[in-house]
């Protein structure tokens, strides 16, 4: 690490932090990536892991101490604001020019005071604070979330249970979620400042995704609507803590009273391309719902 171009990812082992890696890597980007554990490391080039906790303080300035930018996001855990404030906390101790951080829809929505959207947003307030540049990403629910317990669902039952009713959601392809933080880190000043909301092109119902997965599944596939009480319990039932079922179960009121049916345009903005379709998604996933 000889110059402060580097880009420090958080969240590298994630889903979103993975993918986001494989962009910087592929546009030739140096790449710090900060994980716990090691042997989750993923050789890429340009990327360069690096082991820190972001509860310990003191192990993050080796993974900023070099690097002009930071991507922020990590999951939701009972020391989740104390560890990204640190984070924040050190990238201004060590001259980190612009921090890009991965927050969440359900801030200032009508659900902002769940677990979820209140870590987040008090992360937000200290970032905004913090005398840094930032750029706030706030991804609405992810396509990504339909592979595992859903798809095997849909493989075993040909069955979609959900607590949404008719109710709609701009769902978004984690990938571009991906590409439009990786967009935002090769030129960062364009977008300081800047709160996007990201979501799909279109907002779509479980009844919808239910015909579209028919296409590729090996059977028609149906949409059986829970009340919400029955949501409640199937989480429950999970082992969720109750923070989490509380959460999941406002985003499922939300959605079923047609209040979460917003479409942004802020994907195709800064990709100047449209963002995937739930139907390219289920196209290119198939095999997870055969």
Do not use: C
């Not at 101790?93 to 991965?102: R, Y």
């Not at 984690?174 to 799909?200: C, F, Q, S």
């Not at 596939?221 to 406002?250: C, D, H, N, S």
Request: proline share 3%; glycine share 8%; aromatic share 8%.
């Amino acid at each position: 690490m000889e110059n402060n171009q580097y880009v420090t990812v958080f969240g590298a082992t994630g889903k979103i932090g993975s993918a986001l890696l494989n962009f910087l890597s592929a546009e030739g980007i140096p790449a710090i990536a900060v994980t716990r554990d090691k042997s989750k490391a993923v050789a890429l080039p340009f990327v360069e892991w690096v082991v820190a906790d972001m509860f310990d303080k003191d192990s993050l300035y080796k993974t900023m101490d070099h690097s002009n930018a930071v991507f922020l996001s990590s999951a939701m855990g009972n020391h989740f604001v104390t560890e990204q404030q640190q984070v924040i906390q050190v990238a201004v101790e060590t001259g980190v020019a612009h921090i890009v951080k991965l927050s969440s829809a359900a801030v200032g929505s009508s659900i902002g005071s769940s677990a979820i959207a209140a870590s987040h947003g008090a992360v937000e307030d200290y970032l905004k604070a913090a005398g840094i540049l930032w750029t706030i990403l706030r991804p609405t629910g992810f396509m990504q979330n339909w592979l595992g317990e859903f798809s095997q669902r849909v493989k075993s039952q040909r069955t979609i249970e959900e607590a949404t009713g008719d109710g709609k959601r701009a769902y978004i392809d984690l990938r571009d979620i991906a590409e439009v933080a990786g967009t935002i880190l090769k030129a960062p000043a364009d977008h300081a400042g800047n709160t996007y909301m990201l979501t799909g092109g279109e907002a779509i119902n479980y009844a919808q995704l239910a015909t579209m997965l028919s296409a590729v599944a090996a059977g028609p596939v149906t949409y059986i609507p829970l009340t919400l009480e029955e949501g409640r319990q199937r989480l429950e039932q999970k082992g969720l803590p109750p923070w989490g079922v509380q959460t999941f179960m406002a985003y499922a009121e939300v959605q079923r009273n047609g209040d979460a049916a917003l479409v942004s345009s802020a994907v195709s903005d800064i990709l100047q391309k449209p963002a995937r379709t739930a139907e390219a998604f289920v196209q290119d996933y198939a095999a997870w719902f055969k």
